[in-house]
């Protein structure tokens, strides 16, 4: 892998092709087929020989079948899918979707379950048979959602605790959670803009100080310093 960062790709395929006569030697089916997948990413990133990867990628996904690793397989399954439809071979991969998709239910994995609907919402799409790929979008959308939600929920768990713990004096938690509400949206509203939570907050923390900047430090009341405490808490 290191090789392959550096676009070595000779001395890549080189290790790469010792790690599988290595693993094979071993008979260690999860070893060998762990091979065959860094393999089919060697040709996918060094090469982009897409036909050789998706053989590399076939062979990983039927030793991982064999020993049942399912939490790599519902891994390989799309990334297979991908291969086959870059090498427009439509069959196979709505196939793999198909096959990850059902295996991340059967796992209850949320993200790779609304990772395989993007995928075949993309696959439908670029085939013009919109119905399928806006079935496909709403429920990938429906998931992941659901996933951010979660996240946020988490998010403000979290605030809570330290809220609870790590203030002398405090609110309570009643009248934090009426506005927790607005907390949870302003999350929201980070992940879907794709900005960093540290920075945003750090920012709202300083606006919060500067609002505080005409009040002598001195005169400052203990509404007032638990309410940037709060923001620092943030």
Excluded: C
């Excluded at 087929?33 to 996918?44: L, P, T």
């Excluded at 994995?109 to 993309?122: G, H, T």
């Excluded at 609110?171 to 927790?180: C, D, R, S, T, V």
């Excluded at 500067?210 to 638990?226: A, C, F, G, N, Q």
């Amino acid at each position: 892998q290191l090789y392959l960062i550096k676009k070595d790709n000779v001395l890549a395929k080189q290790h790469l092709t010792q790690a599988i006569n290595y693993a094979e030697e071993t008979e260690n089916s999860k070893l060998i087929a762990s091979a065959y997948a860094g393999m089919s990413a060697f040709e996918i990133i060094g090469t982009k020989n897409y036909k050789s990867a998706l053989q590399w990628q076939t062979k990983a996904i039927t030793l991982s079948e064999k020993i049942d690793d399912k939490q790599v397989l519902s891994r390989l399954y799309v990334s297979a899918g991908n291969l086959a439809n870059n090498v427009n071979d439509s069959v196979t991969s709505v196939n793999y979707y198909n096959k990850a998709l059902a295996l991340s239910k059967s796992l209850k994995n949320k993200e790779n379950i609304s990772n395989a609907y993007e995928k075949l919402s993309a696959f439908y799409n670029s085939r013009k048979n919109y119905q399928n790929a806006y079935d496909n979008y709403k429920q990938h959308i429906l998931y992941r959602d659901s996933i951010i939600e979660k996240s946020n929920l988490s998010k403000i768990e979290e605030v809570r605790v330290k809220y609870e713990t790590e203030k002398k004096e405090q609110q309570e938690f009643e009248l934090f959670a009426n506005w927790a509400k607005t907390l949870l949206q302003d999350f929201n509203e980070i992940d879907r803009y794709l900005l960093e939570p540290n920075k945003v907050l750090k920012y709202l923390e300083n606006i919060k100080e500067i609002e505080h900047w005409s009040v002598d430090i001195e005169k400052r009341t203990d509404l007032i310093e638990k309410h940037l405490a709060f923001w620092k808490l943030l």
